[in-house]
């Protein structure tokens, strides 16, 4: 039962455009949903996050979008750069959890020259 | 460079043996959380020490131990192994007994190969 989902295993995006990762999930007492950037032979590292009294959060060329209603959040790249190939996890955790996270299953985004 | 050192990098071993796995938290990081992912899933949260005391525990199964040292290392051991339990374990750490997403930093994963 996976409570938090993404659904695209990769996406791949011209260099310059915009890159879209999605995430869904179904525990409605998430209340804190976060970003994490990961390469190869390397842990995960913080991107962005977002509480759920926002829609939206905005970091330089990271944009984290919430809809509470559609329980979906979505990370906008704009503009993509090469840099930016990595795989994307999307977590959430529940106040009073301790700020445990539930993990999605990432998607690798490639950013084509 | 995170900071969390996670020995070995990598690891193969046959079905039945056990393992240990060693974390170093970030210098003054209290809390240590081991994680699991396995192939193609999200990562499946196990542990977390505080300052030498299991403070959370998550899907971690009966086969599976950690401990937090004086010194703040904390080891994960794995035994009876199965062949399900190939995986990347993160050791994470932060500073205090919680987090709230951007103040945990992880290891870069003890790759786990069981044959």
């Known amino acids: 039962d996976q409570q938090v989902k993404q659904n695209s295993p990769s996406l791949s995006v011209q260099e310059g455009r915009i890159s879209i990762l999605n995430c869904d999930y179904t525990?409605?007492?998430?209340?804190?949903f976060l970003w994490y950037k990961k390469y190869p032979a390397e842990g995960p590292t913080f991107l962005i996050s977002?509480?759920?009294i926002k829609d939206k959060n905005e970091d330089g060329r990271f944009t984290v979008f919430l809809n509470k209603s559609a329980k979906h959040l979505s990370l906008h790249i704009v503009p993509s750069q090469p840099g930016d190939s990595a795989v994307y996890f999307c977590?959430?955790?529940?106040?009073?959890?301790?700020?445990?996270?539930?993990w999605g299953a990432g998607t690798k985004l490639i950013i084509k020259p | 460079d995170s900071g969390v050192t996670q020995t070995p990098k990598h690891l193969i071993t046959a079905t039945g043996q056990r393992v240990t796995l060693r974390c170093s938290p970030r210098?003054?990081?209290?809390?240590v959380y081991w994680y699991q992912q396995s192939l193609d899933q999200g990562l499946q949260f196990l542990i977390q020490y505080y300052n030498g005391e299991e403070r959370a525990k998550g899907n971690i199964l009966e086969r599976f131990s950690a401990q937090q040292f004086p010194d703040l290392h904390s080891e994960l051991n794995l035994s009876s192994l199965e062949l399900g339990d190939s995986a990347l374990y993160f050791c994470?750490?932060?500073?205090?007994?919680?987090?709230?997403?951007?103040?945990?930093?992880f290891g870069e994963g003890s790759w786990l190969t069981v044959v």
């Open positions: 525990n409605s007492m998430f209340d804190y």
């Open positions: 994470a750490s932060s500073r205090t007994a919680g987090h709230d997403g951007n103040t945990i930093y």
């Open positions: 977590a959430a955790s529940e106040k009073g959890s301790n700020y445990q996270l539930i």
């Open positions: 977002i509480s759920s």
């Open positions: 210098s003054g990081d209290l809390s």
